[in-house]
């Protein structure tokens, strides 16, 4: 999931995906099956097959899941059609959410969507509402630094591979990139030894809502109800919520 940049907070990140490594892995899976089916099954052929590789590695999915899901995708092994899917929707305090599916049911997808927004205060919205205040880009996150190299030296690095945004936000270095770029600027950092906590394409919010309080709780517990959900892949939100409240949900979950 990913609203405002705190919230790829390192630290807080790695608790909630250890807590959800399984539903990660699942998840990566089927997005490989997805895009090696729609396209070449050889990452250099396809980016989206490779971004998604990307993605994986960066949640050390074992390399036996990722050759399967790639069988599936080619007919090798017995496997299901999936399709994307893109919904839309407001969380409390009018926070925009961005919702990509990949479902082997639409309709179940939709309805059970529909009821997670009802359930924590939200509501769906018609395509194109809130997708114009997002925009598509690359994002490499690094949180360990060799012992021979210094964050200036990492950061400079980033820029001469392409980065060109650095967020520096102390416990992690966030690099943002056109998503064609993604690849290519992942794979020259793991060569000098530097491996990205997070490689993937997102969406970011082009501006932010400040939610605080128990209204910030109430977005937390909708988004992550949706990012909880089978056919949910990723989820986008636009909110800013402060450190203190996303640690002390991320300990209450």
């Known amino acids: 999931m990913s609203g405002h940049s705190k919230w790829a907070n390192t630290k807080y990140r790695k608790e909630r995906q250890d807590k959800k490594r399984s539903s990660i892995f699942a998840k990566a899976i089927k997005e490989i099956t997805l895009q090696a089916r729609n396209g070449d099954p050889d990452p250099a052929n396809n980016p989206g097959l490779a971004q998604a590789l990307e993605r994986a590695r960066a949640a050390n999915l074992p390399k036996e899941n990722i050759d399967r899901a790639i069988k599936r995708a080619t007919g090798e092994l017995e496997g299901v059609s999936y399709e994307e899917i893109n919904y839309e929707g407001y969380a409390p305090?009018?926070?925009?959410?961005?919702?990509?599916?990949?479902?082997?049911?639409?309709?179940?997808?939709?309805?059970?969507?529909?009821?997670?927004?009802?359930?924590?205060?939200?509501?769906?919205?018609?395509?194109?509402?809130?997708?114009?205040?997002?925009?598509?880009?690359?994002?490499?996150?690094i949180e360990e630094i060799p012992d021979d190299a210094n964050r200036d030296e990492v950061q400079m690095l980033l820029i001469e591979l392409g980065a060109n945004e650095i967020d520096d936000q102390g416990d992690v270095i966030e690099a943002y990139c056109d998503p064609t770029?993604?690849?290519?600027?992942?794979?020259?950092?793991?060569?000098?030894?530097?491996?990205?906590?997070?490689?993937?394409?997102?969406?970011?919010p082009k501006n932010t809502v400040k939610v605080?309080?128990?209204?910030?709780?109430?977005?937390?517990?909708?988004?992550?109800?949706?990012?909880?959900?089978?056919d949910v892949q990723e989820v986008f939100a636009n909110f800013d919520i402060p450190d203190e409240v996303l640690e002390q949900f991320s300990k209450s979950e």
């Open 93 to 141: 305090e009018g926070v925009a959410v961005l919702l990509r599916v990949v479902t082997d049911n639409r309709n179940r997808a939709a309805a059970s969507i529909r009821h997670t927004f009802s359930k924590h205060g939200g509501n769906m919205a018609a395509a194109g509402s809130v997708s114009w205040l997002f925009e598509r880009r690359g994002v490499i996150a």
């Open 181 to 204: 770029d993604l690849v290519t600027i992942s794979e020259e950092v793991r060569k000098l030894g530097i491996n990205p906590s997070r490689a993937e394409v997102t969406m970011i």
């Open 212 to 230: 605080e309080g128990h209204a910030a709780e109430k977005v937390l517990k909708l988004v992550d109800a949706l990012d909880d959900n089978e």
